[in-house]
């Protein structure tokens, strides 16, 4: 049966699932990393595949972009398909000084202006942190390729186009590494239904030096942090 979402029959998925945010590179990635993809799910146009890769079954799917879209299908994947790990893949804007364009960043913990955490943890501040075994795996893989890793807190903005002109310097004053907009509804949604979590990104942008990667940097990036994750989830 499927979900209001996702038109997969049960077992469509794998138990790990990497969530791209845009459903075209959910599909680039089925068919340049995935052997034998199949398409599971389009319900939206939102792209779903399974494959594999060295010989393990994994699944890729769009998660679209914030906390409201990326929160709906990692519920239902979770809930209905048995989903246990969702390895976010995606860009993010850096706000610290220490990052540059293509750096790859492991969000070990995720800020965020969203109220999501506190409707499901009764009205409490939660802690949204990323599986540390997912963590400690990509981190691992990154060292045996010599890929050097960013690892701190991001900050999961509801607003792409935030208001405040100073926001980025606030989020750099408090040691923030990067925006983006989905790691903490996905963290703090791990915690509630027992999954795990983690989210890798490239910086695609640097809010605060108003540089900015092209299209074919973007694809580069993203198909080097897809292969790093992917090494480090099928090792
Ligand atoms: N803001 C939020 N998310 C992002 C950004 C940004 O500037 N760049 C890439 N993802």
Redesign the pocket.
Known sequence: MSTPHIDAPEGAFAPTVLFPGDPLRAQHIAQRFLADAVLVTSARNMFGYTGDYRGQRISVMGSGMGIASSSIYATELIRHYGVKRIVRVG???AVSDDLDLGDLVLALSASTDSNVNRLRFAGMDFAAGASYRLLRDVADQAERARVAVHVGNVFS?DL?YSPNPNMADTLAAMGILA???EAAGLYGLAAEFGAQALAVLTV??H?RHDAHMDVRQRQTGVDAMVELTLDALCA
Do not use: Y
Request: proline share 0%.
């Open positions: 860009t993010c804007g903005t792409f925006v983006e907009m695609s942008d809010l």
